[in-house]
């Protein structure tokens, strides 16, 4: 009998029991794969778009607008990654002020409205303009669960490419 080489078990990345659909606020982070630097360069501290990285900046900007759930508040494109700040709004429409992150168990609104949906629409729209994959698979996130914290994700995100020599996906 051949013996099938044990596969590697893949690590969970998403909390567990955690709707990905409730209002509130996500940092997401989306590698392309291999962090190839594909997506431009950073010049002077700023960061500065190829071709492939100006169709994900159209295509970021498009998200509030095809999908009306999904309100991106603040992002940045770097040569390898982005980072977004995005918010799903309730289901009255309305933004939640303070509640960053509500439970909610037994409600189970369409797939359409979770973060992991956007971002598989995200990446397939950008792959569909260019002709190929660029993206890693799957993505990071991070509920984002009070103000401060809100707050240190918007300046990280605005801050992102003058400190890009010392990033984590920065490759020397």
């Given at each position: 009998m051949i013996l099938l080489k044990e596969l590697p078990v893949r690590k969970k990345i998403r909390l567990n029991n955690y709707d990905y659909s409730n209002a509130g606020c996500y940092f997401v982070t989306i590698c392309?794969?291999?962090?190839?630097e594909m997506l431009g360069e950073?010049?002077?501290?700023?960061?500065?778009?190829?071709?492939?990285?100006?169709?994900?900046?159209?295509?970021?900007?498009?998200?509030?607008?095809?999908?009306k759930e999904c309100v991106v508040e603040n992002?940045?494109?770097?040569?390898?990654?982005?980072h977004l700040i995005v918010q799903i709004v309730g289901d009255d429409g309305n933004r939640p002020v303070k509640d960053y992150t509500e439970q909610?168990?037994?409600?189970?609104?369409p797939l359409r409205k979770s973060i992991p949906n956007m971002v598989q629409g995200l990446k397939g729209a950008v792959t569909r303009q260019i002709g190929f994959s660029l993206w890693q698979r799957s993505f990071h996130d991070h509920i984002i669960r009070d103000e401060a914290e809100y707050q240190k994700t918007w300046k990280y995100i605005?801050?992102?490419?003058?400190?890009?020599?010392?990033?984590?996906?920065?490759?020397?």
């Amino acid at each position: 009998m051949i013996l099938l080489k044990e596969l590697p078990v893949r690590k969970k990345i998403r909390l567990n029991n955690y709707d990905y659909s409730n209002a509130g606020c996500y940092f997401v982070t989306i590698c392309v794969q291999d962090g190839h630097e594909m997506l431009g360069e950073i010049m002077k501290g700023q960061s500065v778009l190829n071709e492939y990285g100006l169709v994900v900046k159209q295509e970021i900007e498009n998200i509030s607008k095809i999908r009306k759930e999904c309100v991106v508040e603040n992002f940045v494109i770097m040569p390898n990654h982005i980072h977004l700040i995005v918010q799903i709004v309730g289901d009255d429409g309305n933004r939640p002020v303070k509640d960053y992150t509500e439970q909610r168990a037994d409600c189970h609104p369409p797939l359409r409205k979770s973060i992991p949906n956007m971002v598989q629409g995200l990446k397939g729209a950008v792959t569909r303009q260019i002709g190929f994959s660029l993206w890693q698979r799957s993505f990071h996130d991070h509920i984002i669960r009070d103000e401060a914290e809100y707050q240190k994700t918007w300046k990280y995100i605005d801050e992102n490419p003058a400190k890009w020599s010392d990033d984590c996906y920065y490759k020397k």
